[in-house]
């Protein structure tokens, strides 16, 4: 069963795919088909520039409970960043 579960947001960042470094403006998540993992359905998150095409992707597939405690994760190590005083932006 395909959920089309998906959203795309814009992105400011890097990723390293095959090809080496590339620059992230969007991020993609989703729940759907899995491709590359043993699972039926995944949670999905691609890294990608648009404009230069499929070679500029990183792609991940997880399960919900990887994905859930990734999301904590996150919101810890984005509070403690907050907190520490380091530039959070490129300057």
Do not use: Y
């Not at 095959?18 to 949670?43: E, I, K, Y």
């Not at 070679?55 to 520490?84: F, M, N, P, Y």
Request: proline share 4%; net charge negative; aromatic share 6%.
């Amino acid at each position: 069963m395909c959920t089309n579960i998906s959203e795309t947001l814009p992105a400011e960042g890097a990723a390293k795919g095959g090809a080496g470094w590339f620059a992230v403006t969007a991020a993609n998540v989703g729940f759907d088909h899995a491709v590359g993992s043993r699972f039926d359905h995944a949670l999905l998150l691609d890294f990608v520039d648009p404009a230069r095409g499929p070679s500029a992707r990183v792609a991940v597939e997880l399960d919900l409970e990887t994905g859930r405690a990734l999301v904590a994760a996150l919101q810890s190590v984005i509070e403690a960043a907050e907190r520490s005083g380091a530039p959070v932006r490129a300057s």
